[in-house]
């Protein structure tokens, strides 16, 4: 191979890569839009996503040569349809469905994109449909609507990559085999499915805050998303008090991210933040929403709880001034009516700063001879940051260097290597 075939090869691949890269950010971005408008077309979400792939492949063959078109999220719809037109035609069934998606290439010419309103919503409520396990529910709503890979929704789980590849398969034949229409549902129906709702719209947004993969510690996109959509939720439930509880919550933790990195990207932690540059906006919008949750007089559920907590650390001036003897009280409530080893942990950390690490420690300790939490950083990262405040550094050397190796975040993974070696 000559030099000019080998710069030759080089220029092709560095194209072909920064169109994977732009293809995976618009992914990020307009996936959830995209799935939801085949969705509205096909009446089928697990097809619909199926041709959103077929499409984003073809874009990968094409656009390296063709270049990105102006429109990427337009071209990549209208090709998905047509590759539906292609298969119906093929499978000469489904005359009708043919005929309406055959009108509507013709009323738009590949150009406009413009979903309804509230498609995104209509995909939620699909994927989160009764017809499927509570596990099925957030893997396929994760994939569809946040844009996950399989393999980042894995580690959210702490399952085998496989797995997730299964319940996504297996959750769009339940949905077509069971006839599931692409549709909010009556208000009389809605008790079944928003809780599963509300369950997948936070642990996007939790992917969004912390993410558990990748190189970059957030993910503003995806939690914007998922803050927008329990937004709407809120609005067409105004008499559920957990929705404006989730909205709550994701207002105050979202009110952070201008503090939360670097210029770089580097994470920022709470204690080091700029709390000047937090969304006094955003954190306003927060109040109002755990007001009118209050309002409904119902009591605080495990969101509006969640949120009660961020309320304190976003009108706190520092952490020191930090009301922590109420944030323990609130982790006590959370603890009652939404138990979890995570909540244990959180609390762990409010009492060490209430009263002391080694009070903290003990509840740690007792996690972690309980097995909670095993196979993830986050024990070990408190357990540290406790043993460093004792005097105990070796040991807490040990136990951030067992916290870098089990992180899956490469920001997580830095910050808990410099903690280590900073001691």
Known sequence: MSQEQAVGGEAVNDAAAAVRRRIDALWRIEGARIVAALARASRDVGFAEDLAQ????????????????????????????????????????????????????????????????????????????????????????????????????????LVPVATVQQRIVRAKRTLAAARVPFEVPEPNEWG???????????????????????????????????????????????????????VALMEFQASRFPARTTPDGSP????????????????????????????????????????????????????DDTDWQRIVLLYEALGRIAPSPVVELNRAVAVSMATGPAAALAIVDGLASGGALRGTHLLPSVRGELLVRLGRTGEARSEFMAAAGLARNQ????????RAAGI
């Open 54 to 157: 077929d499409a984003l492949a073809e874009a990968l063959v094409q656009w390296p040569e063709s270049g990105t078109p102006d429109n990427p999220a337009a071209w990549l719809t209208a090709v998905a349809k047509r590759k539906a037109i292609d298969a119906w035609r093929r499978s000469e069934r489904l005359e009708e469905r043919y005929r309406a998606i055959a009108r509507d290439l013709e009323d738009d010419d590949g150009v406009a994109w413009v979903p309804l309103e509230d498609d995104v919503l209509r995909l939620v409520f699909t994927a989160c449909h009764p017809v499927l396990s509570r596990e099925a529910q957030m893997a396929l709503t994760l994939r569809v609507v946040g844009g996950l890979t399989t393999e980042e929704i894995a580690r959210l789980f």
């Open 192 to 246: 079944a499915r928003l809780g599963a709702v509300l369950g997948v719209v936070y642990l996007m947004f939790t992917e969004g805050y912390a993410a558990t993969t990748g190189d970059a510690w957030i993910r503003p996109d995806l939690a914007h998303e998922a803050l927008r959509i329990g937004r709407i939720l809120a609005g067409l439930v105004p008499g559920e008090p957990e929705s404006h509880g989730l």
């Open 268 to 319: 920022v932690l709470l204690a080091d933040q700029d709390r000047t540059r937090w969304d006094r906006a955003q954190i306003g919008r927060g109040r109002a929403a755990l007001r009118r949750c209050d309002g409904l007089g119902r009591g605080r559920g495990n969101y509006a709880l969640q949120a009660a907590i961020a309320e304190c650390h976003s009108t706190a001036p520092s952490v």
């Open 411 to 418: 920001r997580t993974r830095e910050l808990l290597e410099q």
